[in-house]
């Protein structure tokens, strides 16, 4: 592959990832326009905690250490006195920065979908999401995400107040933890391709 090409004939495209230069977003023929995240700043507001994970040996490789993970507050959060949902974003770090999410979360709440708190939980290898790291990566998510989010925020700390999502091996990690865990996540969001895919 010497040459990343975008569709002459599609005038919307995306940044890749993993290739440069922007590349084709291919929509289904009767899609809705989606709202647009890079045209308007988070109207919510983000907080940040590091968790300190023990550290342990998995095939060889150390697993753990500090974890930071991101919490996005919707619009009017702080004023009020309201508990919400909340969606765990696995691969945290892109749905933060490439994806744009707490925009495209704010532009939808209230008209598409209800106000929620967003927690993207930051990735240390793709090993947790859907391979041999991916019981700690849940267990992570269980016994210390959660609790830490579910004390410190106005959550609505029950299944069926909790979703997961990811995409490509983090939509396995997603569907994963629900399945295995449904006392706590009571439901899973999985998008098979990853974003940057051409």
């Known amino acids: 592959l010497d040459e990343v090409l975008a569709d002459p004939l599609n005038p919307r495209t995306t940044p890749s990832l993993s290739l440069a230069g922007p590349v084709s977003a291919l929509l289904m023929p009767r899609a809705e326009p989606l709202a647009e995240p890079a045209a308007a700043a988070s109207a919510g507001t983000r907080e940040s905690f590091v968790l300190d994970v ?24 702080a004023g009020g006195s309201e508990h919400y949902p909340v969606l765990y974003v696995n691969d945290g770090e892109n749905g933060l920065e490439a994806l744009a999410m707490p925009a495209l979360l704010d532009a939808l709440s209230g008209r598409e979908t209800a106000p929620l708190i967003a927690v993207f939980v930051e990735l240390q290898s793709a090993y947790e999401l859907a391979r041999t790291d991916q019981e700690f990566y849940r267990d992570l998510l ?33 569907l994963f933890a629900a399945l295995t865990r449904p006392e706590v996540f009571g439901a899973a969001v999985a998008q098979s391709l990853y974003h940057g895919s051409n």
């Not at 269980?142 to 299944?159: C, F, I, L, S």
Request: proline share 11%; glycine share 14%; aromatic share 10%.
């Open 54 to 77: 023990p550290v342990q040996k998995v095939d060889g490789r150390a697993w753990g250490g500090p974890r930071r993970v991101w919490v996005h507050l919707p619009p009017g959060y």
């Open 142 to 174: 269980v016994e210390r995400v959660v609790p830490h989010v579910d004390g410190h925020y106005r959550t609505r700390p029950t299944a069926a107040a909790r979703a997961t999502l990811g995409w490509d091996e983090g939509a396995y990690g997603a």
